[in-house]
């Protein structure tokens, strides 16, 4: 079966002519249908604007300069303004951080679902409810009914949250774009969205990129996992072999920063330095600076993709799967 999504190189710019800055380079990515790619890495590295790359939602000051976006066969970089808006919502949903900058508070719920499911469906009045009452229904939400008739503020932020993904599942889309969800919920209600994420995927074979900072998050959720700096894909893999045994020093970094990782009472490890400016790349391994495994290759080379032989590709010259004695 052919991949939902697979991205090729895709490259994206702010600014033009001498003031142009890279802030996607050469990213690839593949999402199967009824599967969860996790994007991790820290703020600034490129995961949410790949989402936005992907669903044609960029600022007028970027823009997409090359690569690929293919989806179930039509690359959507090739797509007309007006043909993108009949393909957003319908087979490519998103979902935002904050429900509360999703959901409009002067607009009844009902009124916002029933907006968006008119815009590529114009069912009859009765049956539109009907469809708004079901999906309301399968994200868990009881009264259904009652419900649509609140108001976003009357609603806790769990249930503005299920909301928005029952909203962005109303025209059973082949891809969604998940950017943050949970982080502005409690634990609890985290681990509900997380299972209900899990479960209608499953259910309904939807390929699913979930956008996190949070490790713990991508370990409950997620499939395969590409971690993300400056841009880049730096390694992706299935999430067991990237978690338990990654190849690149930055993966490596995240993982030992959490603290649930570390025995109690010890000093918190951390990664040196900072992401560089778009305007102040390396000129070779974009994360040479921080990197403890640094050699002058790192400073003149850009590392290509390479596999690591445990089912991991990984952009490093010396990756972690190599004795640190190779380091030249």
């Keep these: 079966m052919a991949p939902v999504l697979t991205l090729r190189g895709l490259t ?12 996607l380079d050469g ?4 999402v199967n249908a009824g599967e969860i790619v996790a994007l991790v890495g ?4 490129g995961k949410s604007l ?8 960029l600022p007028a000051n970027a823009r997409i300069t090359g690569g690929s976006i293919d989806l179930s066969g039509t690359d959507l970089r090739t797509v007309p303004a007006r043909e993108m808006r009949k393909i957003r919502g319908k087979e490519v949903g998103m979902i935002f951080q904050d429900p509360m900058m999703t959901l409009n508070p002067v607009l009844r719920v009902e009124t916002q679902m029933r907006d968006a499911l008119r815009a590529h469906d114009p069912l009859p009045r009765a049956a539109l409810r009907e469809r708004l009452i079901a999906a309301l229904a399968e994200v868990g939400i009881a009264a259904p009914e009652q419900r649509l ?13 299920r909301v928005a993904i029952a909203t962005a599942l109303l025209h059973s889309p082949k891809l969604i ?3 943050e969800p949970t982080t502005a919920l409690d634990v609890t209600i985290q681990g509900q969205i997380l299972a209900l994420a899990q479960k209608l995927c499953k259910e309904r074979g939807t390929a699913l990129i979930w956008i996190t900072h949070d490790l713990a998050v991508v370990a409950g959720i997620a499939d395969r996992v590409s971690v993300m700096y400056a841009g880049r894909v730096v390694e992706e893999g299935p999430v067991d072999a990237v978690l338990d045994a990654p190849a690149h020093p930055y993966t490596r970094g995240l993982i030992d920063s959490v603290a649930a990782n570390q025995p109690k009472g010890t000093r918190l490890p951390m990664i040196p330095g900072r992401m560089p400016l778009l305007s102040d790349l390396p000129k070779g391994c974009v994360f040479a600076p921080r990197c403890s495994r640094r050699s002058a290759l790192c400073d ?16 490093c010259h010396h990756p972690l799967t190599e004795p640190a004695g190779a380091l030249a």
Excluded: C, Y
């Excluded at 820290?42 to 590295?45: A, L, N, P, V």
């Excluded at 080379?301 to 445990?310: E, F, Y």
């Design 12 to 23: 994206t710019v702010f600014g033009k002519g001498t003031q142009e800055l890279r802030a």
């Design 27 to 30: 990213v690839d990515l593949t």
């Design 42 to 45: 820290e703020s600034g590295s």
């Design 50 to 57: 790949t989402g936005f790359s992907i669903n044609g939602l």
């Design 149 to 161: 008739r609140a108001w976003p503020h009357e609603l806790s932020g769990g249930m503005r949250q």
């Design 177 to 179: 774009i998940a950017d």
């Design 300 to 315: 003149s080379t850009s590392p290509p993709p390479r596999a690591t032989g445990q089912g991991q590709t990984v952009r």
